[in-house]
């Protein structure tokens, strides 16, 4: 009996191990797997934007409007500015 006692605990962390190998696998696959599709999903969405931003850039050549640059802020005000806007 004491021979299959001592077989017993050097089966189980050989056991523990390949699960967790195997389980660590499977969560890297997916999180690859994920990862790709995020990575996917947002070069489609620049696509998108840049096609938005060139169909309204067409827009406004049709309208006689000049192109304007993009309309998000480029440049965030300084913390000076900032204080300045504050205390007027």
């Known amino acids: 009996m004491d021979g299959h006692d001592s ?25 690859q797997t994920m990862s790709d599709s995020i990575v996917t999903k947002i070069d489609d969405m620049g696509s998108r934007i ?7 850039n067409d827009l406004r050549a049709e309208m006689g409007v000049e192109s304007s640059p993009s ?8 913390e000076d500015e900032t204080k300045e806007e504050g205390s007027a």
């Open 50 to 56: 840049n096609e938005l931003e060139q169909s309204i």
């Open 71 to 78: 309309p998000v802020p480029t440049a965030k005000p300084t």
């Open 7 to 31: 077989q017993d605990p050097k089966q189980n962390p050989a056991d523990m191990t390949a699960f967790v190998q195997n389980l660590l696998q499977q969560m890297q696959n997916r999180f």
